[in-house]
């Protein structure tokens, strides 16, 4: 069964940092392409960034560029969110989630359960 | 590439059909649309991806379809568990984006 497990959500001040993490198993992580997905109190959804599963290309919305950086170590199949200079409105629900990928197409096959990430002062 | 849903809320009873659409700024692949819902307090759901595939376990009173610019989820007859929001992203090119969503109420 594939699971998706994120940790590391926690109240922070504006300005701060954090790490977000998400243990996977079920599946060969090491094959898998993964994301990150938040969601605001209230909101939609908004998708954050994306690694291969090599970890040597990663994309990100412009709304996090330079300030979080998406990471993973596939020998601990793990994934990492590291998250500097939080604003107010970074306030969310943090989703791990699994791409797939085949000759059919791409989407997002498996999420996490989220991890919840508050800045305020 | 910006998804646009419509309509924002859909408020039907149990057994009827539902239409939503998804419109995107630009072409998008077939390959590259997938559909999700949301209940209160979960994680999203996948439910069609490549515009019309059903995700596994997936009833198949959902279907999908669409090309370019226009793409469709139908629910033939809704059920209790279908009152939900529903969301619409792309793969095409980053950022994978996600449409605003559109909530299905019961009337």
């Known amino acids: 069964e594939v699971q998706l497990v994120e940790s590391g959500g926690d109240l922070v001040q504006p300005g701060g940092s954090l790490r977000l993490s998400c243990a996977a198993s079920?599946?060969?992580?090491?094959?898998?392409?993964m994301n990150w997905v938040r969601q605001a109190p209230g909101k939609g959804l908004e998708w954050l960034s994306y690694?291969?599963?090599?970890?040597?290309?990663?994309y990100y919305a412009d709304s996090v560029k330079g300030r979080f950086t998406v990471s993973r170590d596939n020998a601990k199949n793990s994934l990492y969110l590291q998250m500097k200079s939080l604003r107010v409105e970074d306030t969310a629900v943090y989703y791990c989630?699994?791409?797939?990928?085949?000759?059919?197409?791409?989407?997002?096959?498996?999420w996490g359960q989220g991890t919840l990430v508050t800045v305020s002062s | 590439i910006v998804l646009t849903q419509s309509p924002g809320t859909l408020s039907l009873s149990p057994g009827e059909r539902a239409t939503l659409s998804c419109r995107a700024s630009?072409?998008?692949?077939?390959?590259?649309l997938a559909w999700y819902r949301q209940k209160p307090g979960r994680a999203p759901r996948l439910l069609i991806y490549?515009?019309?595939i059903r995700a596994t376990g997936i009833p198949d009173r959902f279907s999908g379809s669409g090309s370019g610019t226009d793409f469709t989820l139908t629910i033939s007859r809704l059920e209790p568990e279908d009152f939900a929001v529903y969301f619409c992203?792309?793969?095409?090119?980053?950022?994978?984006?996600f449409g605003p969503g559109t909530i299905v109420d019961i009337k």
């Open positions: 989630a699994r791409m797939y990928t085949s000759s059919s197409g791409k989407t997002i096959d498996y």
């Open positions: 079920g599946f060969i992580f090491s094959n898998s392409e």
């Open positions: 690694i291969n599963n090599g970890g040597s290309i990663r």
């Open positions: 630009q072409s998008v692949s077939s390959n590259y």
């Open positions: 490549a515009t019309s």
């Open positions: 992203q792309h793969f095409s090119s980053s950022p994978f984006t």
